[in-house]
């Protein structure tokens, strides 16, 4: 089982992930994307959009902070300080590939406010 996250290093929401991800103990590995979407192509070439947090797990991406961290929940339990996988349940959709006129701009989540 691979996990790898794809983020900026600024975005309060990438930080949540990376928290959970802390909090539960498990290894990922750490993709730290360019600040201007129009430049984050590994994000689009693994989710189908520019925005981040992204989080892969073998072939299944996730692409909004809220289903990532129901996810991490609902995947991986915690017990005796080691998570313990379970089964995976696909859930994920892809955002729109089409960069707007905004997509220039430094931004971590759809309506660039970070929520």
Do not use: N
């Amino acid at each position: 089982m691979a996990l790898t996250l794809y983020h900026v290093s600024w975005c309060p929401e990438c930080e949540i992930v990376r928290e959970k991800l802390a909090s539960l103990k498990l290894a990922y590995l750490d993709v730290i994307v360019p600040d201007a979407r129009a430049f984050r192509q590994q994000v689009h070439e693994v989710s189908g959009q520019y925005y981040v947090p992204v989080l892969m797990d073998d072939d299944l991406v996730l692409t909004a902070t809220e289903e990532i961290l129901a996810y991490l929940d609902d995947r991986y339990e915690t017990g005796g300080g080691a998570a313990k996988p379970r089964p995976a349940k696909p859930r994920a959709e892809q955002a729109s590939a089409v960069l707007g006129e905004d997509d220039q701009y430094p931004s971590c989540s759809r309506d660039g406010t970070g929520k």
